[in-house]
């Protein structure tokens, strides 16, 4: 939670205007400036797109390949990205920052194996030349590892970083596409759609290897101890079911419009509805103030509160005390979301009925302004209840945040089907019913867990603490214990590989030597003996007596 709040109470502590807007600013660019940052760069290359190549086919293979790279790399990471979160926590609160560049090493490989292998089932059989699907799995595979490197880079609190990466990568993907547009690579087929893909390729590389080398100066890459984030899924599962089903629940209602009446299927390999898909894209443009509010405000304001509240309780404190920090915490939360609540339902409201004027300007297609107005409602229920989410994980709430995020996949799931049979003008209410029952009921749950939050305090804590080893934990220990022993080994052998080859020469040496008397000694006998019974005397002074089988 302090992430950026030491940050930005350097800015608000002078009381100009010009230390506020560079706050909010600020708060602007680490809330969304990635994602407007990947926006731009491809808002510039659809529209080289658009100038040079006429066939809509082939500008909707390229969006379609961008559409399924960010939207499953984000399923797969998210719950991920939930669990190592809590993983790193814990390791800063017990400064063991060793397992840090560890635990990203045995993360980054498990999302690189998965990754690579959907994409590579994916496309196996789909009717695209071999280097677009190359470069296809490549940016999968770079995305994902993109969204696990943020989580790590964003304990730096160096979000400065992370800003510039993101805009040099896109900025040379814009710079390198306006390139091959002019003076392509000779693919032969799908031309400019491939050229458009390995710059936009080339832009995301660039952004993860910053990332990375910034990364590696900063934490050490310890080898041992890879997989240990692994046993949370033991004490923490809900966490990652709680990643899982709030990012399926995010884009369930665009799969099912998927194959409606609007979607469509490009060379036979991606589905999707560019009509309803870009309409709810530019609904989610809309939540960006509420995303800088909660920064600024929770972070400068409620953390306060927060970490009063539980020192109180640290510190032993009487319960009339804690009660009032509760009191205090509870206030300063409800009227920072209120306040937020408020100033983002004046931006939706104003966006819903200027929407007209804004899509006639800019040239949309009207049926974009029917789905834009009800997704614009429904994103903004949708940031409210995320945000609620992250407010009960503060307070570990776990179990109310699993049933929120449930509640919201399974909601989003019934009511986009439900409205789907109903027609065009209809799209988009399944999303915004969905997202408004997951956030009053996840509201409701966060007034009951402030009404007990003490109980539940007290009462998580074990009266004897006793170590308990769960069978996936043995597991882990096992290979982590075989993987020292057999690295062990290894040094051991080349520590002693000339000592280990001498003794191996020698010992073969010998028995090269012994068989080959042995054997020439048995030929001897066998020559001049021809009888029967000289031959088994043979045989039972060479030590063959009874084996038939090695008599030669």
């Known amino acids: 939670m302090a992430g950026i709040g030491f940050e930005l109470k350097k800015l608000f502590k002078e009381e100009s205007y010009t230390k506020r807007m560079k706050a909010y600013l600020y708060s602007a660019v680490v809330a969304a400036g990635p994602w407007l940052a990947t926006v731009i760069s491809l808002n510039f290359l659809s529209m080289f797109a658009k100038t040079y190549f006429s066939d809509i086919l082939q500008r909707n293979l390229f969006m379609g390949t961008i559409i399924y790279s960010f939207i499953f790399s984000m399923i797969i990471t998210v719950p991920f990205q939930f669990l190592i979160t809590r993983y790193i926590s814990d390791c800063l609160y017990k400064k063991e920052y060793k397992n840090l560049g560890a635990s990203f090493i045995g993360l980054n490989k498990i999302i690189l194996f998965i990754t690579g292998l959907i994409g590579f089932i994916f496309y196996l059989n ?30 730096l609190k160096n979000f400065k970083i992370i800003i510039v990466s993101f805009f040099t990568g896109c900025l040379i993907s814009i710079v390198l596409g306006y390139i091959l547009m002019n003076i392509p690579i000779k693919f032969y087929v799908y031309l400019y759609p491939t050229n ?105 304001n409620f953390y306060m509160k927060y970490k009063n509240y539980y020192g109180s309780i640290i510190k032993n404190a009487s319960l009339d005390k804690i009660n009032d920090a509760k009191k205090q915490m509870q206030k300063s939360l409800y009227s920072e979301m209120f306040y937020i609540l408020e100033i983002q339902l004046i931006i939706t409201i104003a966006l819903v009925v200027l929407s007209k004027i804004i899509f006639e300007y800019y040239n949309f297609p009207i049926i ?93 804590q074990p009266l ?22 057999f690295r062990k080994k290894v040094e051991f052998v080349t520590s002693y590989k000339y000592l280990i080859v001498v003794v191996i020469l020698l010992i073969g040496a010998i028995f090269v030597l012994r068989d080959s008397e042995l054997y020439k000694k048995y030929r001897a006998d066998r020559e001049t003996f021809k009888s029967g019974q000289k031959n088994a005397n043979i045989e039972k002074t060479m030590g063959f007596e009874g084996r038939e089988e090695n008599r030669f």
């Open 196 to 300: 458009l893909l390995l710059a936009f390729l080339v832009g995301m590389i660039v952004t993860l290897t910053m990332l990375l080398i910034n990364f590696i100066k900063t934490f050490e890459l310890n080898l041992y101890h890879q997989y240990d984030f692994l046993k949370y899924f033991k004490f923490y599962k809900k966490i990652f079911f709680i990643g899982m089903f709030y990012t399926i629940g995010v884009w369930i209602h665009n799969f099912i419009i998927w194959f409606s009446e609007i979607g469509m299927v490009v060379y036979e390999t991606y589905r999707f509805a560019p009509i309803y898909d870009s309409a709810v894209f530019l609904a989610y443009l809309t939540i960006i103030p509420s995303l800088t509010l909660f920064i600024v405000n929770v972070e400068t």
């Open 368 to 460: 974009y302004r029917g789905i834009f107005q009800i997704a614009a409602l429904g994103a903004f229920c949708n940031v409210f209840l995320l945000l609620t989410i992250m407010v009960l994980l503060y307070f570990d709430a776990r179990t109310f945040a699993f049933f929120s995020a449930s509640l919201f996949l399974i909601g989003n799931s019934f009511w986009t089907l439900y409205f789907l049979s109903k027609g065009l003008n209809f799209y988009g209410f399944g999303y915004f019913i969905g997202s408004l029952i997951a956030f009053v009921f996840a509201f409701l749950f966060l007034s009951i867990c402030f009404k007990n939050l003490t109980y539940y305090t007290f009462f998580s």
């Open 464 to 485: 004897f603490v006793k170590k308990r080893v769960s069978r996936f934990e043995k597991v882990i220990n096992y290979i982590t214990y075989y993987r020292f022993k």
């Open 126 to 155: 789909k009717p695209l030349p071999l280097y677009y699907k190359f470069f296809s799995i490549v940016l999968f595979m770079v995305i994902s590892s993109i969204w696990i490197l943020m989580v790590y880079l964003s304990t």
